[in-house]
């Protein structure tokens, strides 16, 4: 009883104690929450940030509240310099009021697609001061393999726009530009019917997916049927724009059959047009 009076005494032993538990505490729910993820088959990284925020918050209030008196001491004896120090820990103290910003107004999730000013990315994680993305090149709705670090304050003063649908289903475009010496609209009925081919086999889940996107956002969205559309360049070449909805790890296999079809039909075309 002696010993464990001198810790409660003694607060820095105690605040070594309510550390390591708290960090054990959050080690093994989080190892288990991810086991359970892995046996169900399941995408419990939201679930995980939450935890580790969480825990990493009740910490953070412990220790205030154990260093409480000391602390308002420290503040009364450096009340002459609070000014610099709100100066020079501005950004940090933004950074925290932005955590604070998403937690409030869920922007997004772990594991959902954004995009802040130039960067797009897959959330892995998010904390106090940063959000952590698994940047995707949009062209292409693959990982870089380059991770990106924003900081928190950031988000409060930049655009987010939220990409999670594109993680299932693109609305993909794509051009093509050829000269103007064969009639583009001749060949374009074959290249819609081989893209409705290409389509076939996912195409009444992508009108399910379709219809639903269009409802939880109340606008009008292309697809799910292929569409082409033809415009002219500042320099008078044919421009023919095809939009596609399809899956996005298929997107790109799916516009080279298509790209490489077109070509066919538009040299077989200009041939033709040559020996008559």
């Excluded at 956002?217 to 292929?226: H, S």
């Amino acid at each position: 009883m002696e010993f464990i009076q001198n810790i409660f005494e003694n607060k820095l032993i105690l605040t070594f104690s309510i550390t390591f538990l708290a960090l054990l505490t959050k080690y093994v729910l989080v190892k288990l929450v991810r086991k359970q993820a892995k046996n169900k088959g399941e995408d419990r990284r939201d679930l995980v940030n939450n935890v580790k925020n969480f825990l990493n918050f009740v910490l953070i209030v412990c220790l205030f509240s154990l260093w409480a008196e000391e602390m308002q001491k420290f503040a009364f004896s450096i009340a002459a310099f609070s000014v610099a120090i709100v100066l020079a820990t501005r950004e940090f103290i933004q950074c925290i009021i932005g955590f604070f910003y998403l937690v409030s107004t869920r922007p997004f999730r772990i594991g959902e697609w954004i995009e802040v000013e130039d960067f797009v990315g897959e959330v892995s994680a998010t904390d106090w001061i940063k959000s952590t993305l698994l940047e995707v090149d949009i062209k292409t709705y693959e990982y870089t393999g380059k991770t990106l670090f924003i900081p928190n304050n950031k988000l409060m003063t930049s655009p987010i726009k939220n990409l999670n649908f594109l993680k299932r289903y693109a609305t993909h475009h794509f051009v093509i530009v050829r000269d103007q010496s064969v009639n583009p609209y001749g060949i374009i009925q074959k290249v819609i019917k081989n893209a409705k081919v290409y389509c076939a086999d996912f195409h009444e889940v992508a009108v399910r997916y379709n219809q639903m996107l269009e409802r939880r956002l109340d606008v009008k969205i292309a697809g799910p049927e292929p569409q082409i559309k033809v415009s002219t360049s500042e320099i008078g070449d044919n421009v023919v724009e095809i939009t596609i909805f399809c899956p996005t790890e298929l997107a790109i296999e799916i516009q080279q059959a298509i790209t490489k079809d077109f070509m066919r039909y538009w040299y077989a075309e200009k041939n033709k047009i040559k020996q008559d």
